[in-house]
């Protein structure tokens, strides 16, 4: 049967048809779904890991226990799981293990660009990367076939627009994979250096015989037309370029690393001029031209930002569009109406202090009028900056620093940051916003929770009691709607000494949408105090007076509590 | 109605586009065509300015519309409309919600909302159709219809047959919602 599927759920049916067992994953735009549709099916085990890393290797023991397995992440959280992952290269499998690794050119919702090709050269790990719904089901297919006759994991890349678009999928049976029985080999599943030295050879074996293999697959395609213009490219850019160069001779990588040399080399002696057009760094470009093949690509094409047909037809054919140039206000993503984090922010920002922020919604709190954040690098980073500014500045001078992190972010990797501070004598401040949940992807559970993915009860990690045993000395829970109560916490606590922790609770406001009714305003002195908060329910009119949208206010009330004059009134059931 | 289409459907985050753009792709099954659907997930949903490209033919390559290669935008607000006049062809139709909502920058009063916001659509194509969903919507007792009455437009716009419409539409929603959205459909199909 055909059915419209994001890339992502395109991914899991390819799974699921693949005969995989287990899924371990953490939630990252644009990877989110493909976890989140595989629990669906019958015969899968699909799980909420803490992190990448911890993912990563259940994935690796699924596979050494002889089950096919997969693991799921955003580019960054490659990085998280790089650890494990460059020697499983080395272990290689036993059932097949895929990793599907969605990078995002044009940062859609990430803190950077990164190509995780360069992870798959480096790792020796080869990638497919599909160019539509389909085929990522096929390529996932392909992907355990490669694992299993190789010895190697296998990377899937998807980019933002393969897991976000939806297209036709035709669905087949699952194939029941047996699980392979698991035998004791030390060379092969113990990595210390006698073992490994040995395996590296066989890494590297496998790897040329894979490269040969390569050069004779299907995985790769050429469509010879016009012969004037040869175009190497791979993913969603090959869409681009069907659409803006129909005419185009087109060598399409599927797999994306290693690459077909050989063949490549005689698609460009076929054609007189060879265009790399892929997003983000010259990773083919570099590589065919190492291998003396004469080819342009990023003179012609940026390594910021995504590739579309109209920037095609701009470079290639010289068609520049006409595009009208508007001085429209922008808008931003911004704290959703009754988001508890908000009122947070208004008080670290009233407060002057240095925020060094985290990955979530509450990365929004750098945004104006909040302004209240000062860096934001990586998932955990906030724990170890702020600690690293005191180790730098002194207690003195740090005395106004303050870290944030989100709950789930925090289980994540926040829990090491907050060992090593009180390990090496801190006086590191803490804010844990705890929302109950994994907002900013889309609400997923994680242990704090205490649900599983498939939705069971499971044992509530408990983050007071944790951070008491990591060994902060000072703990408090406040409600986050609760402001002036936090701002009088935050000034106590800036005074001690010792590692401090304030753990303001609160749901996301988008889990439970029983709402209060929507307040409003009756004359309006026009303080613009209520405005500070970012709220995007109150807006401020032509003549200064602040009004509040009752189709956006949720009645949480924040404003009134800031209004001075008494203007702001509950609203009545 | 013509064979390839290419719809934007516009908005703000948490305005549910994504029902319009469920319901459009269930119209592709119903035609016998081709179709990719491209949304927005993540940071961009939390308020921000959404897109949600729509294609139809017998074949579609890039699931992005080119620049000036939109048959239609349908825009469930103002400003939302206007960022993205450029994606429409010369020819090409705008349907759009006459409702505001503010963004930040205006809200904090670092901007301004853009006034005449019909007149300069107006300027881009002579096909503006402005519809008053939430009215509507009230109206009809159910302020949820918002998206759907929208579509009714868009059908009317595009030459979709209403039967086609509403086959697609009983794919997508629950029947105890199927009533009242084909209602709202019809609704629109009336403007």
Redesign the interface.
């Known amino acids: 049967m055909k059915k419209l599927m994001l890339g992502n759920e395109a991914i899991a049916r390819g799974a699921y048809e693949a005969g995989v067992r287990v899924v371990s994953a953490y939630p990252g735009t644009p990877s989110t779904e493909i976890t989140e549709a595989v629990v669906k099916y019958d015969g899968v085990y699909a799980e909420w890991a803490p992190n990448e890393k911890v993912a990563f290797e259940v994935a690796i023991g699924a596979s050494f226990a002889g089950a096919r397995s997969m693991v799921c992440m955003k580019h960054v959280g490659v990085n998280v799981a790089a650890d494990p992952m460059f020697t499983a290269a080395y272990t290689g499998v036993n059932g097949g293990l895929v990793i599907v690794a969605a990078d995002d050119p044009g940062m859609h919702s990430s803190q950077n660009e990164q190509d995780t090709r360069f992870y798959a050269r480096s790792a020796h790990i080869p990638m497919l990367e599909p160019s539509n719904s389909n085929e990522a089901k096929e390529y996932i297919k392909k992907a355990y076939k490669i694992s299993e006759e190789y010895d190697t994991p296998v990377f899937i890349r998807t980019t933002t627009r393969l897991a976000h678009s939806q297209s036709f999928v035709t669905e087949e049976e699952r194939e029941e994979v047996a699980i392979k029985p698991y035998q004791k080999d030390i060379t092969k599943y113990t990595m210390m250096p006698a073992s490994a030295i040995g395996r590296h050879k066989a890494v590297e074996a496998r790897e040329i015989r894979l490269a040969k293999d390569i050069e004779s697959s299907d995985i790769n395609t050429v469509e010879l037309n016009d012969k004037k213009l040869g175009i190497v490219c791979s993913g969603v850019v090959y869409q681009y370029v069907k659409e803006a160069l129909p005419t185009a001779s087109i060598f399409k990588l599927g797999m994306v690393y290693p690459l077909a040399i050989e063949r490549l080399k005689k698609f460009a002696n076929e054609v007189e001029e060879v265009i790399v057009i892929e997003e983000l760094e010259p990773f083919f470009e570099n590589q065919m031209k190492a291998n003396g093949i004469k080819c342009r690509g990023k003179e012609l094409f940026s390594k910021q930002g995504e590739i579309s047909v109209s920037i095609i037809k701009e470079k290639i054919l010289g068609i520049s569009q006409n595009i009208e140039k508007k001085d429209l206000p922008v808008r931003p993503p911004v704290m959703c109406a009754g988001c508890p984090h908000r009122g947070v922010f208004y008080v670290l920002s009233k407060m002057k202090l240095t925020v060094s922020a985290d990955i979530g919604c509450y990365t929004l709190g750098a945004q104006a009028p909040l302004s209240a954040v000062d860096t934001v690098v990586c998932m955990g980073a906030s724990l170890g900056i702020a600690h690293g500014f005191e180790k730098a500045l002194g207690k003195e001078g740090s005395k106004k620093v303050v870290a944030v992190i989100g709950d789930s972010t925090f289980v994540h990797s926040g829990m090491t940051g907050l060992v090593n501070a009180v390990y090496n004598k801190s006086n590191m401040k803490l804010l844990i916003l705890d929302n109950s949940t994994t907002g900013m992807t889309g609400h997923q559970e994680h242990p704090a929770t205490g649900i599983t993915l498939s939705g069971e009860t499971t044992k509530k990690l408990d983050l007071v009691e944790l951070v008491k045993v990591l060994g902060a000395d000072s703990v408090n829970v406040i409600d986050a709607y609760d402001i002036s109560g936090l701002e009088k916490l935050l000034k106590s606590e800036l005074e001690k000494d010792g590692v401090s922790v304030i753990i303001a609770k609160r749901p996301c406001a988008l889990l439970n949408r029983n709402y209060p009714s929507a307040f409003s305003i009756h004359d309006c002195k026009k303080c613009g105090m209520c405005l500070k908060i970012g709220c995007p329910a109150i807006e401020k009119q032509k003549d200064g007076s602040a009004k509040i949208n009752p189709s956006l206010c949720v009645g949480c009330g924040l404003c009134k509590d800031l209004c001075k004059f008494g203007a702001i009134e509950e609203g009545k059931k | 109605m013509k064979k390839d289409l290419n719809i934007l459907i516009v908005g703000?985050?948490?305005q549910g586009t994504l029902l319009a753009s469920r319901i459009i792709?269930q119209l592709?099954?119903e035609l016998g065509l081709?179709?990719?659907?491209?949304?927005?997930?993540?940071?961009?949903?939390?308020?921000?300015?959404v897109v949600t490209h729509a294609k139809l033919a017998q074949k579609?390559?890039?699931?992005?519309i080119?620049?000036?290669?939109a048959d239609i935008i349908v825009s469930f607000e103002k400003?939302?409309a206007?960022?993205y006049?450029?994606f429409l062809k010369e020819d090409g139709v705008i349907v759009v919600n006459n409702q505001e909502?503010?963004?930040?920058?205006?809200?904090?009063?670092?901007?301004?909302?853009?006034q005449n916001i019909i007149a300069e659509l107006e300027k881009t194509t002579k096909k503006v159709v402005v519809v008053d969903a939430l009215k509507i919507a009230e109206e009809l007792g159910n302020?949820k219809t918002v998206n759907v009455i929208i579509l009714g437009v868009l059908a009317k716009n595009l030459g979709i047959e209403m039967e086609i419409m509403v086959k697609a539409l009983q794919k997508c929603v629950k029947p105890n919602f199927f009533e009242i959205n084909k209602i709202a459909l019809e609704k629109g199909y009336e403007i």
């Open positions: 703000v985050g948490g792709g592709a099954v081709d179709c990719k659907l491209s949304e927005v997930h993540g940071m961009a949903q939390r308020g921000g300015s579609v390559d890039s699931p992005i080119a620049l000036h290669d400003l939302e206007l960022r006049t450029n909502i503010l963004p930040m920058p205006v809200i904090i009063g670092a901007k301004e909302y853009p302020t």
